[in-house]
């Protein structure tokens, strides 16, 4: 509890954004969390069991998302980075202002999808509102992150932002998923499951809203970011190559398509084991995924503390192990308590990963450094290509190992096979992933003192210099 307190209580250098900004920076996460929330995991259940689209459908549709996100992410990224800043317009706030509208609508429109609509109807009304969901969603998303990156320019405004911004998240989840845990498991009411999730998403609106109105850009955030013309296609062929001599990009990629990539599903995971393999009611399970989130709270401000003891490399590389671990015990878990231990496990050591952004700002830094130009909206496009269909692709994964078992859409009841079926893909599948993703970050050069390098280099180029270079705009 001391380092807790010790977290929010630390002084910060002249010149470094202050406490009220960093809380700012991290607001926009929570309505975005709810959105990605209701999307990858609450309407996969939705969709199966008050639709009743047969889970292999389901899988597939999820597999083409991850495929639209393979097109739409990095040229999107580069379309980012040549958006030019103008001063009354912004530049990352007016994307951010833009894409939330539409996101939060085409979200909306997914609920009401008719079960008595023919299969290839529901099939074509739902890819085509997840397309158009990934499409301002990537935006935004791309958009979000790299204004963090320019805001908050050191490693420890960045790890500070982001334990914050890690909260957020979670409450975002909390509020988008506390309605399919009451509503998705045990008896279903599907009139009251829509109109619930509509005032949810009518609340994220104004989330939106109040998240987005305070954000401000300034000249100097944007001292030596590119914004030249020229093709997209052209462009990125020619900027990729960055991506590739970049060794610890490479690394930190292989390691988030093995190892994080398991975790993505999590929340879909529990669904399905609360409600047929553990048979819990809804209660029960709003409170598997509440209590768990809260543990994790109490921890969430140590994992920077820890990180710089450990940097934020091997501290991924440590929570690795007993997170993997603790997936594995999923598979002979019964009864409540035992899954409420597990799962507590789990969210505590998923959340190491909030280093992991801040890390991810590294490997930008590093490349601005190597080629002396910043290419932040390709690194996270690029990222996102190879990143997010992988959530795609666990989703098929699972619902595919379900239907191979004989799980049955809309079943109150499912076969003793069905639950070997969850017990494997909940557990197992993922355990084993995340303790082989943790491989390739041995070999990734970015380690506690490269971190510090490369936080002052930041610094130097998108806060100091700026500053001065506005100030002799100013004097002239």
Not at 39 to 46: E, G, L
Not at 242 to 250: E, H
Not at 258 to 272: C, E, K
Not at 466 to 473: D, N, P, S, T
Request: charged content about 15%.
């Amino acid at each position: 509890m001391k380092q807790t307190k010790g977290f929010w209580s630390r002084q910060k250098a002249e010149g470094y954004i202050t406490n009220k900004q960093k809380f700012q920076l991290a607001f926009p996460q929570m309505p975005l969390a709810i959105s990605n929330g209701l999307i990858h995991s609450a309407y996969i259940k939705f969709y199966t069991d008050i639709i009743g689209l047969d889970i292999e459908y389901v899988g597939i549709i999820w597999l083409l998302f991850g495929i639209w996100n393979a097109v739409n992410d990095p040229m999107m990224g580069v379309f980012i980075d040549r958006f030019k800043y103008k001063p009354k317009r912004g530049k990352y706030t007016y994307l951010l202002k833009v894409t939330a509208p539409i996101t939060v609508l085409s979200s909306a429109a997914m609920l009401y999808a008719q079960p008595g609509w023919p299969t290839w109807l529901i099939f074509g009304f739902l890819t085509i509102l997840l397309f158009i969901f990934d499409t301002t969603q990537t935006g935004y998303s791309i958009s979000y992150g790299n204004y963090i990156l320019v805001a908050a320019a050191s490693n420890e405004e960045r790890l500070d932002v982001s334990v914050i911004h890690m909260y957020a998240g979670q409450l975002g989840a909390f509020l988008s998923m506390i309605i399919p845990t009451l509503l998705l498991v045990g008896d279903v009411n599907p009139t009251l499951v829509v109109v619930l999730f509509t005032a949810v998403i009518l609340v994220n609106s104004l989330l939106y809203y109040f998240a987005l109105k305070p954000l401000k850009e300034s000249p100097a955030m944007f001292r030596d970011i590119r914004t030249d013309e020229g093709k997209l296609v052209e462009q990125l062929k020619r900027d990729a190559k960055s991506l590739i001599k970049s060794r610890p990009f490479v690394a930190y990629l292989i390691y988030q398509i093995i190892g994080r990539g398991a975790t993505i599903i999590l929340f879909t995971q529990l669904l399905y084991m609360a409600d047929h393999v553990l048979g819990m009611k809804g209660i029960q399970t709003t409170l598997l995924d509440v209590v768990p989130g809260l543990v994790m709270f109490l921890f969430l401000p140590l994992f920077p503390r820890i990180s710089k003891i450990t940097g934020m490399r091997n501290l991924l590389i440590l929570a690795s192990i007993p997170l993997g671990l603790s997936y594995m015990a999923l598979y002979f878990v019964n009864g409540f308590w035992p899954a409420m231990l597990v799962y507590i496990f789990i969210i505590v050591f998923t959340n190491v990963n909030v280093v992991g952004g801040p890390l991810f700002g590294a490997i930008i830094d590093e490349d601005e450094r190597r080629t002396g130009t910043r290419k932040a909206g390709l690194f996270t496009g690029m990222n996102a290509l190879l990143t997010i269909p992988v959530g795609g692709l666990h989703t098929m994964i699972f619902t595919s190992i379900l239907a191979f078992y004989g799980f049955a859409s809309g079943a109150g009841e499912q076969s003793e096979t069905a639950i070997f079926g969850i017990r494997m893909a909940s557990s197992f599948l993922p355990g084993i992933l995340i303790i082989l993703g943790m491989i390739p970050l041995f070999f990734m050069s970015i380690n506690k003192k490269v971190e510090a390098e490369l936080s002052d280099f930041s610094v130097h180029m998108h806060r100091l210099n700026g500053e001065r270079h506005a100030g002799k705009e100013d004097e002239e």
